[in-house]
């Protein structure tokens, strides 16, 4: 090693100095987070008797460019490497996708999860706390033990604004107690066609349904501090059989026709109610509008919904969506932002848009002022549900999962959503005196395919699992005199060859979600339709009762039956059927959708018209 002369002493001078550059480079791009921390916080954006605008300058101005990209992303959380990257890349926000539970999974389990993870935001330099995402799209239903509501297709049915605001109150104080204080919901596509598998997401293919609707969802959430999301913007249930852009998929992430009428007048209307109900996201479609995907549709996202429609919350892209733009991370970036999108749904890979995010916006592909608008329309929406001001807002506790109260309204949903499609001579409502009832088919003791998806894991669990739920046939037995002797098979094979005074065949879909629930040819499979054969075989009157996402092809059976109900996914509270069965409550619920005759009429245009011109089996508004 050479000796450290004065002639020399420059030489190891330059070469100190370019090591520690480098290191400072090495600790920029490793660990975003250690860039040499800025000046201390000033208060005023804590302070809650200023106005939110002051508020949002106010944090603004303090954050570092990690600091503002940390607030567009939103990571699921099984992608989390480390808890600590919430700090590390100043995360704004985490999300549980369909069945992304804690290992403890129990409220509590999750109200810790969540709760450690906020808190380590709250840690951060600036403690902007951290939003958690969820889709408590018909309650809680990633949590066992949370009520589990109607999913929309079924409050869509029941028709009533007030109904729907108590449901959302509801599922609002379930998620809340857990810390989730972001709704992925309400979803206000517009199903056109029943082979799509997102269906039941939607309240009804009438806009008019679905703006109240879909406005008294939102009001109920935010009401209760918990943000809501219009979904998923624009045009999703308009898509064309056999156009997706999943291989997996048939129609679902497919193609909506770039109709500016149809954008207007049907389209719209849903959002600008939930826009004036004070929705502050909306979660932007997975699919293409025309031939560019929604993600990256700027006339869509700002000129049209930010500019003339003046929305003023952030616009969420959904799941991979952003990365189906085009194959460069970086290039899909870019036309994201830059299209309109503010905060994207990181499923997988939060480094790499952290590190795209920060070349974009060093190089001006992405200019500052559009990150800022980003980031101040992300921060409205966490200072509008108080996010910010603890004390001002209060935690509910967990007594409120699945409690007698929330049961209690999802049964009284269950009743309403409810549609009577036949009654024949009456057989509707039953004595709960008969003597003898028998009851079949594959949604009668279970609870799976009476939630349906979306319920503790993504696509569902079919079978009868979830704790303090109710089934359809415990809710018929407990319905009835004790003299009444209730028979069940699962297949109908009743030995005994005296007649039961009725037969009530719950028959159904298994779960299913999203693209995977695409389906050709929607119908009971043979084992259901065998049940009701059977059951017609061994009693004097047949009910059924059919438990499904959607309309299901019935043409056919329909005359052969006496008495028909349709279901929806009615949740976890089953005695809401027996209610009705036994005129404890009354049909009130009219179809949200037309109910189609053939596969030739579809799809069924929001107006109501089939493609061959002919009438369906049951219009929309249809309901004894
Ligand atoms: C769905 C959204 C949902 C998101 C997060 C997406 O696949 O399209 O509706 O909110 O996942 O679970
Ligand atoms: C997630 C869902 C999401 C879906 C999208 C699933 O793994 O759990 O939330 O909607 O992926 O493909």
Same mark, same amino acid.
Not at 123 to 147: E, F, K, S
Not at 234 to 260: A, C, E, H, R, Y
Not at 347 to 358: G, T
């Given at each position: 090693?050479?000796?450290?002369?004065?002639?020399?002493?420059?030489?190891?001078?330059?070469?100190?100095?370019?090591?520690?550059?480098?290191?400072?480079?090495?600790?920029?791009?490793?660990?975003?987070?250690?860039?040499?921390?800025?000046?201390?916080?000033?208060?005023?954006?804590?302070?809650?008797?200023?106005?939110?605008?002051?508020?949002?300058?106010?944090?603004?101005?303090?954050?570092?460019?990690?600091?503002?990209?940390?607030?567009?992303?939103?990571?699921?959380?099984?992608?989390?490497?480390?808890?600590?990257?919430?700090?590390?890349?100043?995360?704004?926000?985490?999300?549980?996708?369909?069945?992304?539970?804690? %290992?403890?999974?129990?409220?509590?389990?999750?109200?810790?999860?969540?709760?450690?993870?906020?808190?380590?935001?709250?840690?951060?330099?600036?403690?902007?706390?951290?939003?958690?995402?969820?889709?408590?799209?018909?309650?809680?239903?990633?949590?066992?033990?949370?009520?589990?509501?109607?999913?929309?297709?079924?409050?869509?049915?029941?028709?009533?604004?007030?109904?729907?605001?108590?449901?959302?109150?509801?599922?609002?104080?379930?998620?809340?107690?857990?810390?989730?204080?972001?709704?992925?919901?309400?979803?206000?596509?517009?199903?056109?066609?029943?082979?799509?598998?997102?269906?039941?997401?939607?309240?009804?293919?009438?806009?008019?349904?679905?703006?109240?609707?879909?406005?008294?969802?939102?009001?109920?959430?935010?009401?209760?501090?918990?943000?809501?999301?219009?979904?998923?913007?624009?045009?999703?249930?308009?898509?064309?059989?056999?156009?997706?852009?999943?291989?997996?998929?048939?129609?679902?992430?497919?193609?909506?026709?770039?109709?500016?009428?149809?954008?207007?007048?049907?389209?719209?209307?849903?959002?600008?109610?939930?826009?004036?109900?004070?929705?502050?996201?909306?979660?932007?479609?997975?699919?293409?509008?025309?031939?560019?995907?929604?993600?990256?549709?700027?006339?869509?996202?700002? %000129?049209?919904?930010?500019?003339?429609?003046?929305?003023?919350?952030?616009?969420?892209?959904?799941?991979?969506?952003?990365?189906?733009?085009?194959?460069?991370?970086?290039?899909?970036?870019?036309?994201?932002?830059?299209?309109?999108?503010?905060?994207?749904?990181?499923?997988?890979?939060?480094?790499?848009?952290?590190?795209?995010?920060?070349?974009?916006?060093?190089?001006?592909?992405?200019?500052?002022?559009?990150?800022?608008?980003?980031?101040?329309?992300?921060?409205?929406?966490?200072?509008?549900?108080?996010?910010?001001?603890?004390?001002?807002?209060?935690?509910?506790?967990?007594?409120?999962?699945?409690?007698?109260?929330?049961?209690?309204?999802?049964?009284?949903?269950?009743?309403?959503?409810?549609?009577?499609?036949?009654?024949?001579?009456?057989?509707?409502?039953?004595?709960?005196?008969?003597?003898?009832?028998?009851?079949?088919?594959?949604?009668?003791?279970?609870?799976?395919?009476?939630?349906?998806?979306?319920?503790?894991?993504?696509?569902?669990?079919?079978?009868?699992?979830?704790?303090?739920?109710?089934?359809?046939?415990?809710?018929?037995?407990?319905?009835?005199?004790?003299?009444?002797?209730?028979?069940?098979?699962?297949?109908?094979?009743?030995?005994?060859?005296?007649?039961?005074?009725?037969?009530?065949?719950?028959?159904?879909?298994?779960?299913?979600?999203?693209?995977?629930?695409?389906?050709?040819?929607?119908?009971?499979?043979?084992?259901?339709?065998?049940?009701?054969?059977?059951?017609?075989?061994?009693?004097?009157?047949?009910?059924?009762?059919?438990?499904?996402?959607?309309?299901?092809?019935?043409?056919?059976?329909?005359?052969?039956?006496?008495?028909?109900?349709?279901?929806?996914? !009615?949740?976890?509270?089953?005695?809401?059927?027996?209610?009705?069965?036994?005129?404890?409550?009354?049909?009130?619920?009219?179809?949200? !959708?037309?109910?189609?005759?053939?596969?030739?009429?579809?799809?069924?245009?929001?107006?109501?018209?089939?493609?061959?011109?002919?009438?369906?089996?049951?219009?929309?508004?249809?309901?004894?």
């Amino acid at each position: 090693m050479a000796m450290l002369t004065w002639k020399n002493l420059g030489a190891y001078f330059l070469a100190g100095g370019a090591l520690v550059v480098a290191v400072l480079l090495l600790a920029k791009f490793f660990k975003p987070a250690s860039v040499p921390p800025p000046p201390p916080a000033s208060g005023i954006y804590r302070d809650s008797t200023q106005s939110v605008d002051v508020r949002i300058e106010d944090l603004l101005k303090q954050m570092t460019l990690q600091e503002k990209i940390g607030q567009m992303a939103l990571v699921e959380k099984n992608s989390l490497k480390n808890p600590d990257d919430i700090s590390d890349y100043a995360l704004g926000a985490l999300l549980s996708g369909g069945g992304g539970k804690p %290992d403890n999974n129990t409220p509590e389990g999750w109200k810790n999860m969540v709760g450690e993870y906020v808190d380590i935001s709250k840690t951060t330099r600036l403690g902007i706390p951290l939003l958690y995402g969820a889709d408590v799209i018909h309650g809680n239903g990633n949590v066992p033990g949370a009520t589990i509501f109607p999913h929309f297709i079924g409050l869509g049915a029941a028709n009533s604004p007030t109904l729907t605001e108590r449901v959302a109150q509801a599922s609002a104080e379930e998620s809340a107690a857990l810390g989730i204080r972001w709704n992925f919901s309400p979803t206000l596509d517009l199903p056109t066609d029943i082979r799509w598998g997102r269906v039941y997401e939607a309240f009804s293919d009438d806009p008019g349904r679905v703006i109240r609707q879909g406005a008294a969802f939102v009001r109920g959430l935010q009401n209760s501090g918990v943000l809501a999301t219009a979904k998923h913007f624009v045009g999703i249930g308009s898509m064309t059989w056999g156009d997706s852009s999943n291989q997996n998929f048939k129609i679902d992430q497919g193609l909506v026709p770039d109709d500016s009428e149809a954008l207007t007048n049907t389209y719209l209307p849903p959002y600008e109610a939930a826009l004036d109900a004070g929705a502050l996201s909306v979660m932007a479609g997975l699919a293409k509008w025309g031939e560019v995907d929604m993600a990256a549709n700027k006339y869509l996202l700002t %000129d049209v919904l930010k500019t003339d429609m003046g929305f003023e919350g952030f616009v969420v892209s959904d799941w991979y969506g952003v990365y189906e733009i085009t194959d460069s991370t970086y290039d899909a970036t870019v036309t994201a932002i830059n299209a309109g999108v503010d905060m994207v749904m990181l499923p997988y890979d939060y480094k790499q848009f952290n590190s795209d995010m920060n070349k974009a916006v060093t190089r001006g592909e992405i200019p500052q002022e559009r990150v800022d608008d980003a980031v101040r329309r992300i921060l409205r929406a966490k200072f509008a549900m108080g996010l910010f001001d603890e004390g001002v807002w209060s935690q509910p506790g967990l007594e409120v999962m699945g409690s007698d109260e929330h049961r209690d309204l999802a049964r009284e949903a269950v009743q309403k959503s409810l549609v009577l499609l036949k009654n024949q001579g009456s057989v509707l409502p039953l004595s709960p005196h008969l003597s003898h009832i028998r009851v079949a088919g594959s949604a009668s003791d279970n609870i799976g395919r009476q939630t349906g998806a979306w319920t503790v894991e993504w696509q569902g669990i079919d079978g009868n699992w979830l704790p303090g739920a109710t089934s359809i046939l415990s809710g018929i037995q407990a319905a009835v005199d004790q003299k009444t002797t209730v028979e069940y098979d699962l297949n109908g094979d009743f030995t005994n060859d005296e007649l039961a005074d009725v037969g009530i065949a719950v028959v159904g879909e298994k779960p299913y979600a999203e693209g995977w629930g695409d389906n050709p040819e929607p119908r009971l499979d043979d084992a259901d339709l065998a049940a009701i054969e059977n059951l017609k075989k061994t009693s004097k009157h047949v009910v059924v009762i059919i438990v499904s996402g959607r309309p299901l092809l019935i043409t056919d059976e329909l005359p052969d039956w006496e008495a028909v109900i349709a279901a929806w996914l !009615l949740g976890s509270e089953g005695e809401g059927i027996a209610d009705a069965l036994f005129g404890k409550s009354s049909f009130t619920g009219t179809l949200p !959708l037309p109910w189609p005759r053939t596969l030739e009429q579809l799809p069924i245009t929001t107006e109501g018209q089939t493609q061959d011109n002919t009438a369906p089996l049951f219009a929309r508004g249809f309901g004894l």
